[in-house]
């Protein structure tokens, strides 16, 4: 008999047959394994598998088989388990940051790390379709980019834009590219940001991975080092209030006792809560910013702004300002 052009691969195509269809509650027959090894053009004596999934297992795949009378065998232990599979899925559709084709893409892509049977679990793009996703498709390759001058310890040059009212973009700067030294990724209220050290204002700034454009890297190295060497993103994210800047500042607030999970998923256990009548006072170091005011407003007469004064009255300001807006005589305001 001559032999088939795809006999070589016959232990390829039993890995791929195993991984593709098999689980614990999927398991195939010796009859079923040579049959679909057929589908390939490749054709198999009993003996030869036994051996062919001996070798797999000696190669460290997982091929166990099922208790049964009649045989099965099936991939058991894989390097995702179901339920983590399902995790990463979950993060990709909720990353506000990842365009829904690109979240599609990894989605296919998630699933070919399980069988056929488990894929069919994580097929729930429908939930993809109706989330608010970014409108900049190269923000997956801006990512990429920034990494890459990450490792290199090189500047990079962007161009950086804004979404009018007409839901256009415009350049800011009117198109004068930034110039920044990249050091690290943080992603903050759904969006993905770059913390870079802006050497001609000489302070750390961020930006908008999804509104940079035109990323290049340049033949500079990095500037910054002393002042990121005991930068801590974590630390950073925490006093940043939607990825607003401002003048940082230790401010003392006094809650409610029940904002104590507030204030500890925020800032984290380590901040020290002090008891205070029926609430408590707890100091927090963060960026003054209009977010920052208007998070702590939003608790109404939960939280206090005790000190500095000067947060207290650009809290009373801000407060002010709202409260102008729907001041009237009483008339209703028309568009």
């Not at 058991?76 to 365009?99: G, H």
């Not at 990825?243 to 230790?250: A, D, F, H, T």
């Not at 507030?262 to 380590?270: N, Q």
């Not at 947060?311 to 209703?332: I, M, N, P, W």
Request: with cysteine.
């Amino acid at each position: 008999m001559a032999r088939q052009p795809n006999q070589k691969l016959k232990l390829l195509y039993l890995l791929k047959i195993l991984t593709e269809n098999t689980d614990e509650a999927h398991a195939l027959t010796m009859t079923q394994l040579i049959e679909m090894l057929e589908g390939y053009g490749v054709s198999a004596e009993r003996k030869s598998i036994y051996d062919d999934i001996e070798a797999l297992r000696t190669f460290g795949v997982d091929v166990a088989t099922t208790p049964n009378r009649t045989v099965g065998y099936y991939i058991a232990e894989r390097d995702f388990s179901l339920p983590e599979l399902k995790l990463l899925v979950d993060a990709v559709q909720s990353s506000k940051f990842i365009t829904t084709k690109k979240s599609l893409e990894l989605i296919a892509k998630i699933e070919n790390l399980a069988s056929r049977h488990e894929a069919s679990q994580l097929q729930r793009q429908v939930f993809v379709q109706n989330r608010i996703k970014t409108m900049n498709e190269s923000i997956y390759y801006n990512v990429d980019f920034i990494h890459s001058a990450i490792s290199q310890n090189v500047r990079i040059a962007f161009l950086y834009f804004m979404w009018d009212v007409h839901g256009e973009r415009v350049l800011r700067r009117g198109g004068t590219e930034y110039k920044v030294s990249p050091w690290a990724l943080t992603w903050d209220d759904e969006n993905y940001y770059l913390v870079a050290y802006d050497e001609a204002d000489e302070k750390i700034k961020h930006y908008r991975v999804d509104k940079m454009m035109r990323i290049r890297l340049l033949g500079e190295a990095r500037t910054g080092q002393d002042v990121f060497a005991k930068f801590d993103t974590a630390v950073y994210s925490k006093k940043i209030f939607g990825m607003y800047g401002g003048e940082e500042k230790l401010v003392k607030l006094r809650c409610a006792r029940s904002l104590a999970g507030v204030i500890i998923d925020r800032f984290g256990k380590d901040s020290m809560l002090v008891e205070d009548g029926d609430g408590f006072t707890v100091t927090v170091r963060v960026f003054e910013s209009p977010t920052f005011l208007s998070w702590v407003m939003g608790f109404g007469r939960d939280m206090q702004v005790l000190s500095p004064a000067s947060t207290r009255e650009a809290l009373a300001k801000q407060a002010r300002d709202v409260l102008s807006l729907y001041e009237s005589d009483g008339s209703e305001v028309t568009s």
